[in-house]
């Protein structure tokens, strides 16, 4: 599969497996859903292919074996269950694993995505292993957020930075791989995270981004019910909605911060009832912090209808 934006890194990595100059420890710098995953198993099937002259051919069962995650030298390791971290136990038992002899002859391989959720434990046993890594061993650390990441373990990996595709990159790789559809509506919603937007049907997302449209033009007014709106909205597809509450909220600051004409106004609401000829800018910006935050505790255990109620009011308080 071509992925553009992605070229480059792909041939860097070719060049080091060729010449011999394969690091042990890899930390691919992906914003989340432009490929960063991708890549990874595409690096996966580089060093474990059975076609050395035309790796990765995609075709041997190596090479599909890595596109299934079921090859036996190759280990995933992700948060598990409702976890939001990686644990300590997790790295130990890849460690122990990567100790072990390449069942097939070759590489033993471990991808950590996203790398940025290490617990501090679980950094400290990856970190040893990075220190006195085994022999024909790659460990490839997926992260849109490396920062997070201990400096001890940034400085012991070789960074590879995927840069965001631009929007017509995104927009000719859904076409090619998914069919033709209104994927621009995707984009516009969800950033540009193509691999992300391909999971999504984009009739779902244009109805979803209508219905949150005309709930918030009816929150000001008085015609929608804010308890309402959070109870239907919490039931399904809630981080969707809220990164259309997120789009509707930048794109009025950002109108607010550009249009030379508004003037302004210390209020304690985002809305005035009066249309866009006054915005309160601070508001918005707190209120987009309210979404950030809601999206981001999605995985713990809240009450996301009183959540989600308790920033829509936050709206038209």
């Not at 060093?47 to 995609?58: D, I, M, N, V």
């Given at each position: 599969m071509s992925v553009p934006w992605l070229e480059g890194p792909m041939r860097a990595l070719a060049a080091a497996r060729a010449a011999g100059r394969v690091p042990h420890a890899l930390l691919i710098h992906a914003a989340a859903g432009t490929g960063g995953e991708w890549?990874?198993?595409?690096?996966?099937?580089?060093?474990?292919?059975?076609?050395?002259?035309?790796?990765?051919?995609?075709?041997?069962?190596?090479?599909?074996q890595v596109a299934e995650q079921t090859?036996?030298?190759?280990?995933?390791?992700?948060?598990?269950?409702?976890?939001?971290?990686?644990?300590?136990?997790?790295?130990r038992e890849t460690t122990a694993e990567l100790m072990l002899t390449s069942h097939q002859g070759g590489y033993k391989i471990a991808i950590l995505s996203p790398a940025d959720v290490l617990n501090r434990f679980a950094?400290?046993?990856?970190?040893?292993?990075?220190?006195?890594?085994?022999?024909?061993?790659?460990?490839?650390?997926?992260?849109?957020?490396?920062?997070?990441?201990?400096?001890?373990?940034?400085?012991?990996?070789?960074?590879?930075?995927?840069?965001?595709?631009?929007?017509?990159?995104?927009?000719?790789?859904?076409?090619?791989?998914?069919?033709?559809?209104?994927?621009?509506s995707v984009l516009d919603v969800i950033g540009e995270a193509p691999f992300a937007a391909a999971e999504y049907d984009p009739a779902l997302v244009?109805?979803?981004?209508?219905?949150?449209?005309?709930?918030?033009?009816?929150?000001?007014?008085?015609?929608?019910d804010a308890a309402l709106l959070a109870e239907r909205w919490a039931r399904a597809e809630l981080p969707l909605r809220l990164a259309c509450i997120e789009n509707w909220l930048t794109e009025r600051i950002r109108r607010g911060l550009l249009t030379r004409t508004q003037r302004a106004e210390l209020r304690g609401s985002a809305h005035t009832g009066r249309g866009d000829s006054v915005i309160n800018t601070a508001a918005l910006f707190q209120a987009l912090d309210g979404v950030r935050e809601l999206k981001s505790a999605l995985g713990t255990p809240i009450n996301r209808a009183l959540a989600l109620e308790s920033l829509l009011r936050s709206l038209h308080a």
């Open positions: 890549l990874a198993s595409w690096s996966a099937q580089l060093l474990l292919c059975k076609s050395a002259a035309q790796a990765p051919c995609g075709a041997c069962l190596a090479c599909r090859h036996p030298d190759l280990q995933w390791v992700r948060p598990i269950e409702d976890s939001q971290q990686i644990r300590i136990e997790q790295i950094a400290n046993a990856l970190l040893k292993t990075l220190e006195e890594p085994p022999l024909r061993t790659l460990i490839v650390l997926v992260s849109g957020e490396p920062s997070r990441l201990p400096a001890t373990l940034l400085s012991r990996c070789q960074r590879l930075r995927v840069r965001p595709p631009t929007r017509a990159q995104s927009l000719e790789w859904l076409e090619r791989t998914r069919g033709a559809a209104d994927w621009a244009a109805r979803l981004r209508g219905e949150v449209l005309e709930g918030l033009k009816g929150l000001p007014r008085g015609g929608a």
